[in-house]
């Protein structure tokens, strides 16, 4: 596989490894949704391609899924088997192991979701995921505003927050009193910055605490990641340290736990999620505009879906 030097900015030494950026699929156009599966491969989604792809070192990419229904954020539940925000739908899907997928969540109260596009799975078995309402069409907006939700191992599904614009990636801290959430407009005006190159200074990282019952509280912004960058805050990780790794905003920024930055990765195209992966979980790898890249780190990475390796 081909390698290229990363770019680093800040000193980043005690986080990365190696600054080689290794290739590990090129050939795309909007990559998202990377979960590394403990049986030793990763899969991910083309979002332009409408495709779920796998790869691993051995066979290289495979089609899992075409169409894929608008796909985006993905995780794993108890069993391993993956869990998908399918935003042509506007629900959370699972892959069963007949090869059908089945509904876990579409509807609260009777109304539609919005699109869901990011999840994640805490260790008591219920997901969090985030579902905007920015890009769904208002006349065709049943909740009338941007969410987070928990859908309990029980299937019950709750609104645990309304403060976020438009809230995209999320991930627990390692001991998952934290959840941390990126959040990549406010509205409108923001979308029309954004295709005027100017500064959005409503691109931050926030974070909530986690109550014992799941609830979300004492939201705060702890990162601002303002930009006139293309691409925005969207997909992260942290590692056994705490440490953050949210793409976006020009970067793959690298933040403490309380959200100082320490300094960004560089990547020749744009980031748009990451995953860690591999036996010791210490390879990163970063879902871009176009390819999959990897990149070896110091400390172990958090699987992000709750399951132990």
Request: glycine share 10%; net charge negative.
């Amino acid at each position: 596989m081909k390698t290229i030097r990363a770019i680093l900015e800040g000193d980043l030494s005690s986080v990365v490894e190696s600054g080689e950026l290794t290739v590990v699929a090129d050939g795309f156009v909007g990559l998202e949704g990377p979960v590394w599966h403990p049986e030793g491969f990763l899969t991910f989604v083309d979002l332009e391609g409408n495709k779920l792809l796998r790869w691993d070192p051995v066979g290289g990419v495979k089609l899992v899924r075409h169409p894929n229904l608008a796909g985006n954020g993905c995780t794993l539940d108890d069993e391993r088997r993956l869990v998908m925000c399918e935003g042509a739908t506007r629900r959370i899907v699972r892959l069963e192991a007949d090869g059908s997928w089945r509904t876990l969540a579409d509807r609260w109260q009777g109304s539609r979701l919005n699109r869901p596009n990011d999840i994640v799975r805490r260790s008591d078995g219920s997901f969090y995921f985030t579902d905007p309402e920015l890009f769904v069409p208002e006349e065709e907006r049943d909740l009338k505003t941007s969410a987070i939700w928990r859908l309990a191992p029980s299937g019950d599904l709750e609104m645990v927050s309304t403060g976020l614009g438009f809230p995209n990636g999320l991930a627990f801290s390692p001991d998952e009193s934290i959840l941390y959430v990126s959040n990549s407009f406010q509205d409108e005006h923001c979308v029309h910055e954004r295709q005027r190159k100017e500064v959005c200074t409503h691109r931050y990282l926030a974070a909530f605490d986690v109550g014992a019952d799941g609830s979300l509280r004492n939201f705060r912004k702890v990162t601002d990641m303002s930009s006139a960058a293309h691409d925005l805050p969207d997909g992260l990780k942290v590692d056994r340290n705490g440490t953050v790794f949210c793409t976006g905003s020009g970067a793959l920024w690298v933040l403490d736990p309380d959200g100082a930055v320490m300094g960004k990765i560089l990547t020749p195209d744009l980031g748009r999620n990451c995953a860690f992966g591999d036996s010791d979980r210490k390879t990163l790898y970063i879902t871009a505009l176009t390819t999959v890249y990897s990149l070896r780190m110091r400390t172990p990475g958090l699987s992000g879906t709750g399951v132990v390796p």
